[in-house]
């Protein structure tokens, strides 16, 4: 504890470093006072301090409620929770396991808040309150281009759905086409292309994010000449979070 308190601190943040390690150790009703004592040596600048500390119950994690998930299963917001039934209370964790479930995407509110247990006072109860944002989203959209010698006519629809099975799942699709205008022919080809995709956090259980992607283009290889590719590709992306900024990921 008092590696935490150095030499020059005023008391009054001693107190707030000693609270501060007790509480992140289930203490969370500990109580400290810092008592000034006798002149230390010949100097009058140097004072004796005491801490007088109480440390009360050390909390463990009791019942984990969960309100307001309609589509969304359990697990997929347990698995985001840093406090699981049993462990020590750390009230750190409980507001980073609200950061966490809120950076799903899937809930426009997110709130934890903990209370004492009615059945056993060593116990905290976590509640965690929901609101899910709708699965569905989509886009549309048109544009124009002017890409030498041909001038071009673009339109694209994405659609997406969230959630899937209440996992956190997004299966995807996004078409677009485009009408190239040449001053030889009006409409000479239609390009197109079309990519569907799926991503799948935690599959089977798994500490992974998996990504697909199945597209189909067509395309004008070069505006020199009239010559078009048509294209099938298929990508895997294996994703592993390591940490707040690592990420290692595996793409085929």
């Known amino acids: 504890i008092f590696s935490r308190i150095h030499c020059g601190d005023e008391p009054e943040i001693g107190v707030n470093r000693i609270l501060d390690y007790y509480r992140e150790r289930g203490f969370v009703d500990v109580r400290c006072v810092a008592e000034e004592g006798e002149v230390v040596g010949s100097e009058s600048s140097v004072l004796s301090v005491k801490f007088l500390i109480v440390e009360g119950i050390q909390y463990r994690v009791g019942e984990v409620m969960i309100l307001g998930n309609n589509r969304t299963h359990p697990s997929t917001i347990l698995r985001e929770m840093q406090l699981k039934q049993g462990d020590i209370f750390v009230p750190s964790k409980l507001r980073r396991s609200e950061e966490d479930i809120g950076l799903l995407g899937i809930f426009s509110k997110v709130e934890i808040v903990a209370h004492s247990s009615l059945t056993n006072p060593r116990l905290k109860d976590i509640k965690i309150a929901l609101t899910e944002s709708r699965p569905g989203i989509g886009e549309v959209g048109t544009g124009a281009a002017y890409e030498d010698p041909k001038f071009r006519i673009r339109s694209f629809l994405g659609l997406a759905y969230r959630n ?86 595996y793409r085929l």
């Open 164 to 249: 899937l099975f209440g996992r956190n799942h997004t299966v995807s699709f996004r078409g677009e086409v485009a009408f190239p205008i040449s001053k030889d022919s009006f409409v000479p080809f239609v390009e197109h292309a079309t990519v569907i995709g799926l991503r799948s956090p935690n599959p089977w259980e798994l500490p992974l994010t998996f990504n697909t992607q199945i597209g189909l283009d067509r395309f004008e290889l070069s505006p020199e000449g009239p010559k078009l590719v048509n294209r099938a590709r298929i990508e895997e992306r294996i994703e592993r979070k390591v940490s707040s900024v690592t990420t290692l990921f």
